[in-house]
């Protein structure tokens, strides 16, 4: 069965870089695109971007373009979001979610990314 | 920008038949697939409805979707409701540049 494991919560100072990965399991890791999503505490879910695990091609929402970079190890079948530039209302709960085409998508368990001084 | 629409809150007693509606701000929201994910608290979202009215292998089939061109909205119904579908429900799409893009969420209470 498919399995999205993310790694652990981080705890970053405002400015300051994360790197969030997203193993996977239990299918083709090269035929499934991945979402990357957030959700602030307390809100809805947001939609960060996409990569092509694939050949590595991505598209980012343009209100995190510049701040962010999603890239793939095919190795270890993982892919990795980075956010630079960290802010206070950038803490939130970080979900990768594989794109399972006619089956919709499978969700990670979630990082919390907390960004305090 | 495409926004999707969601009542903030809906509730509705065991057994009952609740409707939640997610309507596109512009465009048709017929031109792309709306998916419809459930979100228990504390929990990641998990998919009950994808490509506007599929259920995946595991979602009884209370759970149903449908898209309303007239209105430009898309529909969750779920039957026979129990207190396990307490949860926020979102839909989701995309915009015309293949950006996702997500409703606001609707908090379903089961009262």
């Known amino acids: 069965q498919v399995q999205l494991v993310q790694s652990g919560a981080e705890v970053k100072k405002p400015g300051a870089s994360v790197k969030v990965s997203c193993k996977a399991s239990?299918?083709?890791?090269?035929?499934?695109?991945m979402h990357w999503v957030r959700q602030a505490p307390g809100q809805g879910l947001e939609w960060m971007g996409i990569?092509?695990?694939?050949?590595?091609?991505?598209s980012y929402a343009q209100k995190f373009q510049g701040r962010v970079t999603m890239t793939r190890d095919t190795s270890t079948s993982t892919v990795y979001m980075e956010l630079s530039s960290l802010r206070s209302e950038d803490t939130a709960v970080y979900y990768c979610a594989r794109d399972g085409y006619s089956s919709g998508w499978d969700w990670g368990q979630g990082t919390l990314v907390t960004v305090s001084s | 920008n495409f926004m999707l629409t969601q009542p903030h809150s809906v509730s509705e007693s065991p057994g009952k038949t609740v409707t939640i509606s997610c309507t596109g701000s512009s465009g048709s929201i017929a031109s792309n697939y709306v998916q419809w994910y459930q979100q228990r608290p504390g929990s990641a979202p998990t998919t009950v409805i994808y490509?506007?009215?599929?259920?995946p292998s595991g979602v009884p089939d209370r759970f149903s979707g449908s898209i309303d061109s007239s209105s430009n909205s898309a529909s969750l119904t779920i039957s026979g409701l129990k207190t396990e579908d307490e949860a926020d429900y979102y839909c989701q799409s995309y915009d015309s540049s293949n950006q996702g893009v997500f409703g606001g969420g609707t908090k379903l209470t089961v009262l």
């Open positions: 990569i092509n695990p694939s050949g590595g091609s991505t």
């Open positions: 239990g299918y083709t890791f090269t035929s499934y695109y």
């Open positions: 490509e506007d009215n599929q259920r």
